[in-house]
């Protein structure tokens, strides 16, 4: 098969010009959005081109510690801004965040690399920096839902929590409701997505192997490996995030902090 077809330069940024319709919309209903939408495609092209010439050298070099460390840097990204859009505290739940992060992703990593497809090195950067960071970005939206659906509703319903409780429940068994809620609002949308996905349209990954002259069979069994390992990491990501940040986000009477909260104008 034919090699992927290059995109120069100035056809990329023309190519840009198809941005003008969303934004006349945009313009035309008065929605106050034009400016955000150009500054947020603006830094997107910026990062994205950063990271193309980053990677090559990176990929080039294939450094063990520099991949790890490239890694580490996307994981401590990732868990910056899932709490920051949660509303959460970054001094309390930063760490506790950034470690489910790091080790839903190590144990998922593990299992696809080098087991599924036995790499003689899961640190190769080809492989290790492009699927751990689809991982995580395809993970950050997850937990983002699942800790805002959790802790806000655990303040909302906090008379729901300490009656379980006060019948005799154990913290873990009060805290079952809103995990369960959590859970399903996180992940709902992920499930329908994943029910359809390939029947009508092709993933990006698997669109991209196949214009880079892959065999589309070879580029299907990379997809649903690469879904159902998203899918783990993401439902790991979410328990374990929620598991550790439970440790710090409660007093020693088992209610919930309020200084978890960023804005801190949560009431009783």
Do not use: C
Not at 9 to 35: C, D, E, H, N, S
Not at 76 to 104: C, D, W
Not at 248 to 257: E, R
Request: charged share 15%; aromatic share 12%.
């Amino acid at each position: 098969m034919n090699a992927v077809l290059d995109i120069q330069y100035f056809r990329l940024f023309a190519g840009m010009a198809l941005m003008l319709i969303p934004l006349f919309i945009l313009w035309y209903y008065k929605t106050g959005l034009v400016k955000a939408t150009i500054i947020a495609v603006l830094r997107m092209v910026a990062q994205l081109l950063l990271v193309g010439l980053y990677l090559e050298y990176i990929f080039k070099l294939n450094s063990l510690w520099i991949n790890i460390g490239w890694v580490l840097a996307m994981a401590l990204i990732g868990a910056y801004t899932i709490v920051q859009r949660s509303g959460l505290n970054y001094k309390i739940l930063l760490i506790p965040v950034l470690l489910s992060g790091l080790i839903s992703i190590t144990l998922t990593d593990a299992y696809f690399l080098g087991f599924v497809i036995k790499l003689h090195n899961i640190f190769d950067a080809r492989y290790f920096i492009p699927i751990t960071g689809m991982m995580m970005g395809n993970t950050i939206k997850n937990v983002v839902i699942a800790l805002d659906a959790y802790y806000n509703r655990l303040d909302e319903e906090q008379n729901l929590y300490r009656w379980h409780l006060a019948n005799g429940a154990t913290q873990q068994e009060a805290l079952q409701p809103f995990m369960r809620d959590a859970l399903k609002r996180a992940f709902n949308p992920m499930i329908a997505n994943t029910a359809i996905m390939g029947l009508i349209s092709l993933p990006g990954v698997m669109t991209g192997q196949i214009l880079g002259g892959s065999d589309p069979n070879i580029a299907v069994k990379y997809q649903i490996m690469l879904l159902i390992t998203i899918f783990t990491s993401a439902i790991l990501n979410v328990v374990l995030t929620i598991l550790f940040t439970n440790r710090v986000a409660f007093d020693k009477y088992h209610n919930i902090k309020k200084n978890i909260f960023r804005n801190n104008t949560k009431k009783n």
